[in-house]
Structures are given as C-alpha cells and as structure tokens.
C-alpha cells in the first residue's frame, strides 16, 4: 500500500501517453487546476473499481478545495472495510475538515498515521496537503507532519512542493522559495515549483525574475495551464495582445467554465474590440440569466456606448441599475447615463444624471471636469443662466479657475443678460490678468448694456482702461479693433451726453489715426466740425 499510494501523490509526472483515464492522470489535473476533468477522471475509475482508495482520496481533495457553492458530485459511500483502512480514515477527515469538524477529522487523521514504528510519509504527506488546502487547516501539524515524512523519504519533491505551500500560507516567502528550490532541482522537470517560485516574485512586483521562472515552468511543460493565467493577468493592463494570447492559452488548457467567458470578455473590452466584446457578454447572459453579474451590463452599456448605439448602451445601463445594490454605484455610472441622455436627446435627463455623478464624486478635479460637462451642455442649448449657474460653482471648488473659465463665465452672464454679475465676474479677470484686454472690454460692454442711454457713463471708465492697455500694441488687429470701438463709445458720451464736442472731435481723429478711412469717423467728425462752426458763429459778437 505504501509504494502505491507514494506513487500515486506523485504520479503527475510519470504518467506518459500510455495512460487512459487512469488515477495517475486524475492527480495531474487536479494539480494543473483543473478539478472538473480530475474529478471526471475518477468518477470513471471509481466507475470501474469503487475500491479504488487513491481515487476516494483525490475526490475528497477536489470537494476540500472547492469554493462555496461550486457543484460537484456526491461523494461516493465507502465500505466499512474501506473506511478502516489508513487512507480510508484520512479520507473521512478531509470530508470533516470540509465540513468544518476539526477536531474529529484530527483524531481520524492520528488513527491513520498509526504507532511511530509503524508512520507512513505517503500518509503524512496526504494528511498535510489536505490541512494546507483547507482554509482553516492546522498549519503547524501539517508542518510538523512534513518534517517527519521527510525524514524517510528525503527525495520526495512532493515533500517539498507541500511544505513551500504551507510557509507560503504562513507567509514566509523566503522559506517558501528554498523547498520550492529543493522542489526543482529533485524534479526539474516539473513545472510547479517554478510557476509557484515565480507567483512569489509576482507578488513582490519583480517581473524580471517571476518571468524567469514562468518561462522555466512553461518550458518544463507546455501544457501547465495556470502559469498562463498568471501572464494573462500581468499583462491585461499593460499589452492587450500578450495578455489574449495568453488568456487563449488558459482557456485551452483549463476546465471550461463561466468564468473563461467573464474573462474573455473583460480581454475584448480593453482590447477595444467592443463588438466582439457585445458578443461574448451575451453569450453570458444568455447561459447565466439571473445569474449574470451585474457589471457585465455595464460593461455592455460602455462597449455600446463606444459603438455608438445609444439605445443598447441606455437600456444596458439602466439594467445595470437595477441589478446592482445602490451602495456600488460610481460617479462614472452616472456620467455615462447623462452622456448617453445627451445623445439620445433626453435633455431634460442630463443634468439629472450629471448631479448624481457630482453627488458621489470624491475628488476635486473629477468633480470639477464633470461641471465642465454641464457648462458645456447648457452652453450648447444656449441655457446660458444655468451656464453661469455652474461656472459659479467651479469656482467653489479646490484649485484655480482659469482665465479661459472666467471669461466663459463672464460671457455666459452676459448672454444671459445679468449684465451686474457679468461685470463682477469680468472685474476678476482684469483684476487676475492686468495686462489683458479682455476683463477691460467685456465689463465696458456689460457696463454700456446697463446704461443704454449713456446716462451716466458707467462704460466710460472701462473703455478709458482698455484704450490704456491695447494702445500699447495697435499692431494687434484685435486692440486695433477694440480701439477704435472704445474711441467711437466716449466720443458718442461727450456728444451726447457731456456735450463736449471738442473732446468727441479728438476722439474721432484718433479713429481715423488708426483707421484712415474708416467712414463713420469721417462722417461724425465733418458733422462736428459743422456744430463747431456754427456754434463760433453764433457765438461771435454782431458789428
């Protein structure tokens, strides 16, 4: 019983092609991960020997390791004759240690290794890698189980593969690393000890050295499927076609399932490949139903949204608000219902959805590119009251606004005809940007806009600010322009108003200095000369 059950915990690579659905191809799979075709595999020797204990004991691993709610098979009844023998008894303690019964399962597990005399490794290694694997497993006893198998059996890569597992659990990586080694050099050809050297190095972000060891593993065995999961998930975020190529590679070689198709598809969405990526999540849906996660409608909405399909990306959307609790909703959710709003001319909806993002948005500057949105939106609907509405609060959050923000939210005033907070709002900007002519033309304007019948002037002394800044550069087509309109301004002022038609006079000669041929100068000043003329005739004593 010793030699066979030695043989069958490290058969995996002893088996050759010879071997048909035989036990030794059952622990292969199970130790390359994939627990639906080992367990397939002895359900199919048990099918043809029910004695068969080594192929109880596998079983009982499959179901230890199990996540919650994974299906699998009923376990098979044992004979009392079976259930007496060692193995038989370490089987029974797996089944407890499963079901959480620590204490019984460790009584039958003593039973099993018997007297000192009489210690089997074999037993004591199939004790401690059931104990590594459970979740709560006895980490000490399993080690303590190790150090006396190997003892007797010092060239048992096996030994060490368990015992690098049980101080990684521990997480005593240096330890881990040294029995992985050990591992390695007594089975160099066994990929596991590598692959499990290199998820070490993985883990402390070292990808010159997990590289090394991964490709060790590969070129050890070709066909050891989980080291490609490893690759694909190194590279899913940084090279989009090495992490398909090896996802595609896992597929192949591991137990098919859902998850491949959650995994697939999350490798289309971020390879772009969003038609591809439509397919494959309805695909989900349609085998899962009610079972679907709930991002895979977001996921559908995001890639429909990228396709332009506004309608798909709505309705996948609002599923996926359906679906999900609340509490895991992100700004982003939001912002992308009221861009798809938007394109669906739901304009009512927009600024809804926008309020909800901001409402869950945490920092500042995605706070402040989502008011951008709602700015931008209004501005195009020519809503330019709620545009100023939300420039006001930009400036309420962190960080400055820049000139091109306040002039926008100087002019969305303007349009929106509030000609004092126009003015207010364009005073900062000459304030922040002294230099500049814009602050200094817009508030005369906004001035000039409250005092239509140049009354009191109220556009006078801002017109006089951006004749002082712009005549330093009447090169500049823009100041020559802005000019010309803040002479024309104050002369109309001192004409009609201030009645000082000498001073409107040199106003108009300053138009035409920079504009010679500028006819409505031409005409106002010739109509001024006139009233000049014949306001000195008048006033000229009579002979």
Do not use: C
């Amino acid at each position: 019983m010793k030699n066979k059950i030695t043989t069958a915990l490290i058969a995996l690579f002893l088996a050759g092609s010879g071997y048909t659905q035989t036990t030794a191809e059952g622990v292969k799979q199970f130790q390359y991960e994939k627990p639906l075709a080992a367990e397939q595999t002895f359900s199919q020797v048990l099918a043809k020997n029910p004695a068969d204990l080594e192929a109880l004991y596998w079983l009982a691993r499959i179901q230890l390791v199990a996540a919650p709610g994974t299906k699998t098979n009923p376990f098979p009844v044992m004979t009392e004759a079976l259930r007496s023998q060692p193995l038989g008894k370490v089987i029974q303690g797996i089944l407890l240690l499963k079901q959480g019964d620590t204490i019984q399962s460790t009584t039958l597990f003593n039973d099993a290794i018997g007297t000192a005399r009489k210690k089997d490794p074999a037993i004591q290694l199939a004790i401690a890698d059931a104990l590594i694997d459970a979740p709560n497993g006895n980490l000490p006893y399993a080690m303590a189980l190790l150090d006396e198998a190997q003892k007797k059996d010092k060239k048992n890569a096996s030994i060490f593969i368990a015992r690098g597992d049980a101080y990684r659990k521990l997480y005593n990586g240096s330890d881990a690393f040294r029995n992985y080694q050990a591992a390695a050099a007594l089975a160099p050809a066994n990929p596991i000890p590598y692959y499990k050297i290199g998820k070490i190095y993985q883990t402390q972000n070292n990808p010159d050295v997990f590289m090394e060891y991964y490709n060790k593993a590969i070129a050890a065995d070709a066909s050891f499927g989980p080291v490609y999961y490893q690759l694909y998930y190194y590279y899913f975020s940084r090279d989009v076609n090495r992490s398909m190529e090896n996802l595609q590679k896992y597929i192949a070689l591991s137990d098919p399932g859902i998850k491949n198709s959650y995994m697939l598809t999350d490798q289309y969405f971020v390879s772009k490949k969003y038609a591809e990526a439509v397919s494959e999540a309805n695909k989900i849906i349609a085998s899962e139903a009610d079972q679907t996660k709930p991002r895979i409608y977001k996921l559908l909405a995001l890639s429909y949204d990228a396709l332009k399909d506004n309608r798909n990306a709505g309705e996948n959307l609002k599923l996926y608000f359906e679906k999900t609790n609340d509490s895991l909703y992100t700004a982003d959710d939001f912002e992308l219902m009221a861009k798809v709003a938007e394109n669906n001319k739901e304009d009512s909806l927009v600024t809804v959805w926008y309020e909800k993002a901001l409402a869950l948005q945490n920092d500042p500057k995605k706070k402040a590119d989502i008011v951008r949105k709602i700015i931008a939106f209004d501005k195009k609907l020519k809503l330019y009251d709620k545009q100023a509405y939300w420039f006001a609060q930009l400036r309420s959050l962190p960080g400055e606004m820049s000139n091109v923000d306040i002039f926008n939210w100087g002019v969305a005033n303007y349009n929106a005809q509030n000609y004092v907070a126009a003015d207010s709002v364009f005073g900062i900007y000459a304030t922040k940007y002294p230099e500049q002519t814009f602050g200094y033309y817009w508030r005369a304007r906004s001035n000039a806009a409250m005092d239509t019948a140049m009354e009191t002037g109220l556009a006078v002394p801002h017109y006089e600010d951006l004749i002082r800044v712009a005549s330093k550069d009447t090169v500049n087509a823009n100041n020559k322009k802005w000019l010309i309109q803040a002479y024309g301004y104050i002369a109309a002022f001192k004409v009609n108003t201030e009645k000082k038609y000498d001073d409107a006079l040199a106003y108009y000669d300053k138009i035409l200095q920079l504009d010679p041929g500028n006819d409505d100068a031409d005409k106002y000043k010739d109509i001024l000369e006139k009233m000049i003329d014949s306001r000195t005739a008048a006033d000229k004593p009579k002979e």
